[in-house]
């Protein structure tokens, strides 16, 4: 089993900043990728960003590229994904989630294991 837990969301105003954590715990070792995606009332979960695991490398969706950058810190297991610019858009439940699959997962299919969510609202 792998264990994850958001921090970080709250109110934030247009334009403003958030960096939102990811502590990740348990067969960390089973893990191939690890994910952000959000949900915004009345729609579905999309992606944002993830890392491949073991190679560390990162990607994004592309209407996220400039703004939000995800980083890891190893001796901690913990990600943190730097939201910048934030619009009301952006407004949503933040998930952060494993998948055991696939490396560069980006479907909620793909990933076995989520968080709880953090919420982030921006105001205009």
């Known amino acids: 089993q792998v264990q994850l837990v958001e921090s970080g969301g709250g109110l934030v105003e247009a334009g403003g900043s958030l960096r939102l954590s990811c502590a990740v715990s348990?067969?960390?070792?089973?893990?191939?990728?690890v994910g952000w995606f959000r949900q915004a009332p009345g729609t579905e979960h999309e992606f944002v960003a993830g890392?491949?695991?073991?190679?560390?490398?990162?990607y994004y969706a592309d209407s996220m590229k400039g703004r939000f950058t995800l980083s890891k810190d190893n001796a901690k297991n913990t990600l943190y994904l730097q939201m910048n610019s934030l619009e009301p858009q952006d407004t949503a439940v933040y998930y952060c989630?494993?998948?055991?699959?696939?490396?560069?997962?980006?479907?909620?299919?793909?990933?076995?294991?989520w968080g709880q969510g953090t919420q982030v609202t921006v105001s205009s």
């Open positions: 890392i491949r695991w073991s190679a560390r490398s990162t």
């Open positions: 989630a494993a998948s055991k699959f696939l490396a560069g997962a980006r479907e909620r299919s793909q990933y076995a294991y």
């Open positions: 348990g067969r960390t070792s089973t893990i191939r990728s």
